[in-house]
């Protein structure tokens, strides 16, 4: 898969387009075609401006791995800030201070498949599951987690003790890590810790039925989305790496007008046929882009850290989580950090996300605190 962002330039010079080789027998850039990608028409037919490419690798990714910190202020464990950055960086090259961004969009119309799955997942089997007697469906918890775990499936086996402790199913992106995996994660005289994402997920879920209680199951999942994941993190992440290349990124979906509209939308209107991420916005657009624009495979923007993770930067991530300043805290179970690096790096599981977390906390109590 190609990660991209058109950016439009001083309206009318030119677009950027951003791609991240993928590293190993993946797809090769240099070679692709941007035919392939439906971009073609809206850089140059649709709106007038010639391409611009700029091609990164994991070398690229690796050299700005500590800088990230430093301009995020806080930890920001997303990918997405790697190619964000060499984004801003490029455009600002171009005279450009001032840009539009899409963040808000998919939080407030589904824009995400994972997002749809677990509407129709809670509509249906969920719902079920909790209608079961208690202790059933705790028989059920511990009959599966076992198996599940050794598996590698933790997050299958925290879906099925919530359902056990009624508690929500969706969660936003409150945490990468869920309580299943944080029990091993922390030490002992941490684990305490592992209630957290629990606890901040009821307490929107508790706002929100204040707010208005009679929300659908849809706004409720984008209210979660818009209060926790799109400010903490989406928002964040782009202000932050615009900010340092001097960027100034503005958010038009996020007008509060639009926002207070699309949420008194209910569910069955914005995905009425249970399978279309996006609907209403698709079709609010179909008289401008053509269909084989608006209905392509959604891509997202990010960089392919999985690979990278299981190859030429497995040894740095190993050195600077296992024996890293953090590490002495003893906050983490080296023990389980071993294991997650290890099985990544074997190709038994895909735990990009959560090494590049720890990975990225490392670096920023590094930056921070040493």
């Known amino acids: 898969m190609i990660f991209h962002r058109l950016c439009r330039i001083n309206s009318v ?24 990608l439906g971009l073609r028409y809206i850089v140059h037919d649709f709106a007038g401006l010639d391409g611009l490419v700029d091609v990164l690798d994991e070398n690229d990714g690796f050299d700005i791995l500590e800088k990230l910190p430093f301009y995020e202020d806080e930890p920001n464990a997303d990918p997405v800030c790697i190619p964000l950055y060499f984004l801003s960086k490029l455009t600002r090259e171009k005279k450009t201070i001032v840009v539009q961004v899409g963040e808000g969009s998919d939080e407030q119309f589904c824009g995400y498949k994972w997002m749809l799955r677990d509407y129709k997942f809670i509509e249906s089997y969920y719902k079920t599951f909790l209608s079961l007697p208690k202790l059933i469906r705790k028989a059920t918890y511990s009959f599966a987690k076992p198996i599940l775990n050794h598996k590698n499936l933790e997050l299958a086996t925290d879906f099925i003790r919530r359902g056990v402790n009624n508690e929500k199913f969706y969660w936003s992106g409150q945490s990468v890590f869920s309580p299943e995996h944080l029990n091993g994660l922390f030490t002992d005289k941490y684990s305490f810790l592992k209630d957290n994402p629990y606890k901040y997920v009821n307490d929107l879920y508790s706002e929100l039925a204040k707010l208005y209680p009679e929300a659908d199951i849809l706004q409720q999942f984008l209210f ?5 994941r799109l400010p903490e993190m989406l928002l964040m992440r782009v202000d ?3 900010m340092a290349n001097s960027i100034e990124a503005r958010v038009p979906f996020l ?21 279309t991420t996006k609907y209403l916005l698709k079709k609010a657009v179909e008289p401008i882009l053509p269909n084989n624009i608006i209905y392509r495979q959604k891509q997202g923007f990010a960089a392919p850290v999985n690979e990278w993770l299981r190859s030429s930067w497995y040894d740095y991530a190993y050195e600077n989580i296992i024996n890293s300043d953090f590490a ?3 906050i983490i179970n080296k023990n389980y950090a071993k294991n997650l690096l290890l099985k990544h790096k074997n190709n038994k599981v895909n735990s990009g996300a959560m090494i590049y977390s720890l ?9 921070f605190f040493k």
């Open 224 to 228: 979660t989305e818009l209060t926790q």
């Open 359 to 367: 990975l990225n906390l490392n670096l920023w109590y590094k930056v």
């Open 13 to 36: 010079s030119g677009a950027i387009l951003i791609a991240v080789k993928r590293s190993g027998a993946f797809i090769d850039v240099d070679n692709c075609d941007e035919n392939t």
């Open 255 to 275: 007008d509060h007008r639009l926002v207070e509209f699309s949420m008194s939308i209910p569910e069955k209107m914005k995905v009425p046929d249970n399978k």
């Open 240 to 242: 932050k790496i615009g």
């Open 328 to 330: 002495k805290l003893g």
